[in-house]
């Protein structure tokens, strides 16, 4: 795990991420993600910034976030690992890819039967041992 200057957190927030992703589908499907436990879980947003001319700026995630590199695999046992755990993931799944829209997202994730959800990247914020738990044997994605 990177040094993170002695932080520690009750609560973790990790992405993970199919290994073979193009960049730019690496960068969208992790600000789905971020964004979707953001807004399931608000108190990982911390306070909004200023500059030093008071000028505002958005409020970010509070902790690190930590991302990680899945096979189709070892995305299903990691999204298996957190249901177990009670967590909510957030998900994102191959066909969303060809969406333009919230709806047609939400559709494309009612038509997949739970052990046929086509995973590109999974997203789980919760109590840190128990997240530590859910990640175990991946490898950071690089």
Not at 109 to 123: E, K, S, T
């Amino acid at each position: 795990m990177p040094d993170m200057g002695g932080m520690i957190y009750d609560t973790k927030t990790v992405l993970v991420l199919r290994r073979d992703l193009a960049g730019w589908q690496a960068a969208n499907v992790a600000a789905f993600l971020a964004g979707g436990l953001a807004g399931t879980h608000p108190g990982i947003v911390g306070e909004a910034y200023r500059d030093g001319n008071g000028r505002a700026y958005a409020a970010l995630i509070r902790e690190p976030v930590f991302v990680y590199g899945a096979t189709l695999e070892e995305l299903r046992r990691t999204h298996q690992r957190a249901l177990s755990r009670e967590l909510v993931p957030a998900i994102y799944i191959e066909p969303m890819f060809a969406t333009t829209n919230d709806a047609d997202n939400r559709a494309a994730v009612a038509a997949a039967p739970v052990d046929a959800l086509d995973f590109v990247g999974i997203g789980v914020h919760g109590p840190r041992k128990s997240v530590d738990k859910v990640v175990n044997g991946l490898k950071f994605l690089s």
